[in-house]
């Protein structure tokens, strides 16, 4: 079965940067877009980025443009989400997620398949 697995989480002061890494298995990566949403507490979960399959293709929110930048190594099965100049508002649970379904381009709720989540969260 797909299996989504996020690392990176952790506590850093604002300004500074981490960078998360998703590990796909159980079907070909390099076959699907993945994306980064994330949930902080009280709040609905937002879409932060998004991947192509070939990684051909990026976009960002707005609250992030500028300040992270999502990339891809297919050979590895990872997706990786650079985040620089992190502020305390970014604090929340990040998660990678992919559609069901190969070579397309998803909307916000066709991500069939997520992860567990890591924390992150930034101190002011």
């Known amino acids: 079965q797909v299996q989504l697995v996020e690392s990176g989480g952790g506590l850093v002061q604002a300004e500074g940067s981490l960078r998360l890494s998703c590990a796909a298995s159980?079907?070909?990566?390099?076959?699907?877009?993945m994306g980064w949403f994330r949930q902080a507490p009280g709040k609905e979960r937002e879409f932060v980025a998004f991947?192509?399959?070939?990684?051909?293709?990026?976009y960002y929110a707005n609250s992030v443009k500028g300040r992270f930048t999502i990339s891809r190594d297919n050979a590895k099965s990872t997706v990786y989400l650079q985040m620089d100049r992190l502020k305390p508002e970014d604090t929340a649970v990040y998660y990678c997620?992919?559609?069901?379904?190969?070579?397309?381009?998803?909307?916000?709720?066709?991500?069939?398949?997520w992860g567990q989540g890591t924390q992150v969260t930034v101190s002011s």
């Open positions: 159980g079907r070909t990566f390099s076959s699907y877009a």
């Open positions: 997620a992919s559609p069901e379904r190969s070579f397309y381009w998803p909307s916000e709720d066709e991500y069939g398949y």
């Open positions: 991947i192509s399959w070939s990684g051909g293709n990026k």
